[in-house]
């Protein structure tokens, strides 16, 4: 059994960690902590975890945490994990980190969009991105993953293939996302409010979104090329879920059924992403609460342009389910252990 930590057990990721690993053949919880006041048990703070977990969540206790765990992960808003992470990993821990702080190479970069000051600049050269079809033999051996974002991981999955192909035009890719309440957090904020966001439905950050390096680091990334795309995301009135319909120019004419043949090919043996059939398209009611990402591609030879939709739950693919995922792939677990 492999003894698992979880800090930020109280967040929307720390608790869908928790429900998932439950369900996991191999792992056991051992240790879960958060910024609480009072220790309390998890299964009166989330009565549906009554009769699962007996465990007590308290303040992080690092001697404890090394004492108790083989692998711990980190739910904790950015920088909370820069006073951890080193100490993990100096003892020997395995560390999948699902904030930020890791993800950003360029350090300028990540200050700029995050306006903190990174504080543990020498483990962000050994983080590996967490995106297992990219990554997989990288993430079987490293030590310290840093897990994608959620608008990242529907992003990336949705236009690599084609950007890999050589057939859209690099710099003319536009991002429209869109995303449930929960991608934010449980945070008591003023524009998080039922009343604000029910009947609501707006963009944010437009253009200047902490996602949008991430998105274009991985994208030149795979793409061997500088890719800088305009990225919109916005806020519907869901719980969870992230939709994502991007657009791109063809370099040339092509037809569905030649860039349908590239992403069914692109993900043929890939466990959790399902390149749907010509015509349909994703939809939320079909991700959430699953690991799959669903994606569609939408030619119009004439106009020469390309729309692919993309859709994942913000917790499952876009976080915890992703998380889980990189812990099977690094212990040789099944990947999809605790994950279907
Ligand atoms: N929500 C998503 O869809 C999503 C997707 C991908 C990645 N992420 C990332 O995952 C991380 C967690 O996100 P979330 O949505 O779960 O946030 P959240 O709901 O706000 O939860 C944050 C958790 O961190 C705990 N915490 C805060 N400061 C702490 C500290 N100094 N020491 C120990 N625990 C501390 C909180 O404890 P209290 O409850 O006691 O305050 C809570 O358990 C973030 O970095 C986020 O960007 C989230």
Redesign the pocket.
Known sequence: MLNIGI?????????ELIDILLKHKYARIAYL????DQPDNISSIFPKFKGRIDLVCT??KLDEIIAKCDLVF?????T?SFGIVPKLLKAGKRVID????YRLKDIPVYEKFYKVVHADKDNVKKAVYGLPEFYREEIKAAKLIA????YPTAAILATAPVLISGLVEEDCIFIDAK?GV??????AVNDLMFTEVNENFKAYKVNVHQHMPEIDQELSGVSKKTIKTNFVPHLLPVN?GILETIYFKLKKSADQKQVLDIYKRFYKKEPFVRVLDEGKNPQLKDVVYTNYCDIAVNVDPEKKTLIVVAAID??KK??SGQAVQNMNIMHGFAESEGLV
């Open positions: 800090l930020g057990a109280t967040g929307y990721a720390g608790e902590a958060a910024k609480i303040e992080p980190l739910a904790l808003p950015h909370q699902l904030s930020a702080d897990n994608p974002g959620c995303s929960s991608g934010a957090g449980r945070r969870r913000n917790l876009g976080a």
